[in-house]
Each structure stands twice: as structure tokens, then as C-alpha cells.
């Protein structure tokens, strides 16, 4: 199986900035995209920042503008620049990969959450 941990949330003051990542790890044979997810509790999870492999990227309609998506493809592991954080930006973070693994010959698509790491914004 595909693993994915999450690692960089805590608590930070308004305006302030915080940097996540996660790193993909298992019998990985390709990823396609990466991103990252938010949940607020009683809300749904919604988009925060996908990554593809060609570094295509898009943005939940809330960060844009604040927040950064990057990816290292050689260590398997995307990063979430988050700056001007907001209080509304408290949730809990999850990272997200989809691919194949296994061998070239017989692939298998995967598609994986991390734990997810708790991003609070209070003064």
C-alpha cells in the first residue's frame, strides 16, 4: 500500500505562515497528482491545492493568492506554502495521491489519504 504522512500544521497567529508536507512512500510506480484537502469540523472536505506531475496546479477559490503548492517528484513529496493564514484556515490538513504502483508490467492505480495534520489560526 501506498503510505502518506503529513507533517509541518500547529498553531499560528493571524497573518502568520505555516509550511506542510507530505512524502509518499510504498511500491510506488508513478504518481500522477498530489494535493491537499481541508476539513473543518462540521463541514465537509473540500479543495485546497492539486499538483500534477507536470506541475499543473489549481486552487480552492479561498487561498488563492496565499498559498503555494510545490512538488519534489524525486522524493515522492509535495509541500503547501501557507502564508496571510486566517483564522477561517483552521482545519485539519490532508494530503492526497493518486498513481500507479507495482511494476511496469502490472500496474495497479492507487489513490491515498494521508492522517491528516491540524493547521489553527488564533491569536
Known amino acids: 500500500q501506498v503510505q502518506l504522512v503529513e507533517s509541518g500544521g500547529g498553531l499560528v497567529q493571524p497573518g502568520g505562515s505555516l509550511r506542510l508536507s507530505c512524502v509518499a512512500s510504498?511500491?510506488?510506480?508513478?504518481?500522477?497528482?498530489m494535493g491537499w484537502y481541508c476539513q473543518a469540523p462540521g463541514k465537509q472536505r473540500e479543495l485546497v491545492a492539486t499538483i500534477t506531475s507536470g506541475a499543473e496546479t489549481s486552487y480552492g477559490d479561498s487561498v488563492k493568492g496565499r498559498f503555494t503548492i510545490s512538488r519534489d517528484n524525486a522524493k515522492n513529496t509535495i509541500y503547501l506554502q501557507m502564508n496571510n493564514l486566517k483564522p477561517e484556515d483552521t482545519a485539519v490538513y490532508y494530503c492526497?495521491?493518486?498513481?500507479?504502483?507495482?511494476?511496469?508490467?502490472?500496474?495497479?492505480?492507487?489513490?491515498?489519504w494521508g492522517q491528516g495534520t491540524q493547521v489553527t489560526v488564533s491569536s
Open positions: 492526497n495521491a493518486e498513481g500507479y504502483q507495482g511494476s511496469p508490467l502490472t500496474p495497479v492505480h492507487f489513490r491515498s
Open positions: 510504498g511500491n510506488i510506480f508513478s504518481i500522477n497528482a
